[in-house]
């Protein structure tokens, strides 16, 4: 309810009504005869501020103010204004903004407490995608390992795999990265795949610019990743062919 999105007759509404409710209460009790016309405004100042922003607080506080003088100071007028009506209403200013902030900080927390909830739901989805990836990798690997080494040489094999494996994802998740050469950076990311001749690479010697070294090991990881699973590395002899040219003023791959 507090983070709701709301139109703008609703909110006008909800502001309307934390002006009247106030008002009847007050007039029910004692009809201001006890003093202190604005003390039933205050909690509406706070809903008004939690469940309907700083804005609509400030026109609750407002029309309050209003509304209460008029009926519970009929007899009052702006050149009665005296040392005591100053205090006071300073005073209910003063209480107004702080009632208004609390009540804003408050709903301010809960939308960050939302947002958080949500990144973390999709971090949560990203990770687990992450994690099927590569275990079909690992068992990918297993297969392709097993279709070209025998007994003895299986385990150093995939083994070797598995280090590449690792060295790719370092890579492929580094927060910085140096200008490197396209093709070190190409055979990095797919050196956990390859098994003989089933990746083929060409291209150009040229130096990748920082900013690109690691979307494209990402990149290279995921379609590899997807050619493993369903394309030509999930089948005996399959084979994918990896190019780049060099293009404008050689500055870029």
Not at 219 to 235: M, P, Q, R
Not at 237 to 252: C, F, K, Y
């Amino acid at each position: 309810a507090i983070l709701a999105k709301r139109p703008f007759p609703v909110n006008l509404f909800w502001t309307i009504v934390s002006v009247l409710v106030p008002t009847a209460l007050r007039w029910l009790i004692d009809r201001g005869a006890a003093g202190v016309p604005f003390v039933t405004y205050f909690p509406a100042v706070v809903l008004a501020a939690l469940f309907l922003g700083w804005r609509w607080a400030a026109a609750t506080a407002l029309f309050s103010a209003i509304v209460g003088n008029r009926l519970f100071r009929p007899g009052f007028t702006v050149l009665d204004f005296g040392r005591a009506d100053f205090i006071m209403a300073g005073l209910f200013v003063l209480s107004c903004f702080i009632l208004i902030n609390i009540g804003e900080i408050m709903r301010r927390l809960l939308q960050d407490l939302e947002a958080a909830r949500e990144r973390e739901a999709m971090l949560s989805a990203e990770l687990g995608h992450r994690v099927k990836n590569l275990l079909a990798v690992v068992q990918s690997m297993a297969s392709l390992t097993h279709r070209s080494s025998g007994p003895a040489e299986f385990l150093d094999d995939f083994s070797a795999r598995i280090g590449a494996l690792a060295r790719a994802t370092d890579v492929a998740h580094a927060r910085e990265a140096s200008a490197r050469e396209v093709g070190a950076r190409v055979e990095t990311a797919v050196a956990p795949f390859r098994d003989g001749a089933n990746i083929r690479l060409s291209g150009p010697k040229a130096q990748l610019p920082n900013a690109s070294c690691i979307p494209l090991a990402l990149i290279l990881h995921e379609l590899c990743t997807n050619a493993v699973k369903y394309g030509a590395l999930s089948v005996a002899g399959g084979a994918v062919n990896i190019r780049w040219a060099v293009e404008g003023d050689g500055g870029g791959g």
